[in-house]
């Protein structure tokens, strides 16, 4: 009687699994294997038109905005400029014949030593960002000044924030 019981229950899982496996399609996606690619054609607003050489001279576009700032002893990335960092990746995506040069700066407090590697970071930072956001490595050259070049002379918090920047560099 139990085996009975056991043979019967086998029977309806066995049915069971092959009424779920009959629903599904036989046909093989073409990427199957593959993981699905986010659609970066328009990234946070920014539209998908390509750039052209005059839109690095055009106030009113993005890619007139060449200077990131940082906080005090940061190298992370402030949201406020995340838009201007995609729109110079995608500058530098479309014209793959394109350099650019991100320069790294601090303010005066700290060691020479040290604002030259957060100078660094701060560079690198952005570099990797727009690495992501398809430029490619040889289009993008990293530099750090530390506090050798700053913007402005002062001190205090106001020439200290203008201070701590990486500066996006086209060639002439």
Known sequence: ?????????????????????GSLSTQEDANSGMPPVEDRSDIDGIDSGNFTGSS???PSSLLSNRVVY????QSD????????????ARYLTDNANVRVTLAGHCDERGT???NLALGERRANTISRLM???GASDNQLE????GEEQPAVLG???SAWRENRRVEITYPK
Not at 1 to 21: E, K, T, Y
Not at 142 to 145: K, L, V
């Open 131 to 133: 690495n992501m956001l």
């Open 77 to 88: 990335i402030n949201p406020e400029y995340r838009e201007i960092i995609e729109a110079h």
């Open 142 to 145: 990293t530099i750090s000044y």
């Open 1 to 21: 009687m139990n085996r009975r019981i056991i043979q019967l229950v086998a029977i309806g899982f066995s049915s069971s699994a092959l009424i779920s496996c």
């Open 56 to 58: 690095l001279g055009d």
């Open 155 to 157: 001190h205090n918090e």
């Open 112 to 114: 020479r030593e040290y």
């Open 70 to 73: 940082f906080d005090f002893d």
